[in-house]
């Protein structure tokens, strides 16, 4: 089987997103690391495993669906989504960075310790999970792949409900989440 070039660059940026989340997963475990030594603790593991297979799944999805499928680009579709998808990453990586060492991709909280309201936490409370809501709808009509972003985008709401759910209890119970948040965001409370 003979790849196009778009098939190929499209596997490319496929490949390069799963080495992406392979360096995050070392991140999270060194962090974790960090803030258990500091007392914190791992809530909402109930959850976690259908996160990392939902996540897993959904790259194979992107490949299967262009490879097996042939799904092409659509004409100004991909080009939009190729922007999302470098937006999707910067506010990722700007999360990242604000929340430092407690970036997880497990829930943790650090008792005591107060929740971060900083970088683009001041503007709203989950932008690590707006991202992840960009990337999931985007990363799979950068090459057509329609299927792929609307099954995994209702997938992603539903376990993104729960997982919010589990944080902000947590959040609440041990880091003062509403004496930070309690004056709420734009477009919240």
């Given at each position: ?133 960009l990337e999931i709808l985007a990363l799979p009509l950068v090459h057509g792949a329609w299927a792929t972003a609307l099954l995994f985008s ?36």
């Amino acid at each position: 089987m003979t790849l196009t070039t778009s098939v190929q660059l499209y596997l490319l940026l496929l490949a390069a997103v799963g080495v992406e989340r392979l360096v995050e997963l070392v991140l999270s475990t060194r962090n974790a690391r960090r803030v258990r030594s500091r007392g914190g603790l791992e809530v909402g593991q109930r959850h976690y495993g259908f996160m990392v297979v939902l996540h897993t799944l959904f790259l194979i999805s992107c490949f299967v669906e262009v490879v097996a499928l042939g799904r092409s680009p659509i004409r100004g579709v991909s080009a939009l989504a190729l922007g999302f998808i470098v937006l999707s990453m910067a506010l990722r990586y700007w999360a990242i960075s604000s929340l430092g060492d407690r970036w997880n991709t497990r829930v943790l909280v650090e008792p005591g310790a107060p929740a971060v309201r900083r970088g683009p936490y001041r503007f709203f409370r989950h932008p690590n999970y707006v991202a992840v809501v960009l990337e999931i709808l985007a990363l799979p009509l950068v090459h057509g792949a329609w299927a792929t972003a609307l099954l995994f985008s209702i997938a992603n709401a539903t376990l993104l409900k729960v997982r919010i759910d589990v944080e902000e209890t947590a959040l609440r119970e041990h880091c003062d989440y509403d004496g930070v948040f309690g004056a709420g965001l734009p477009g919240q409370r």
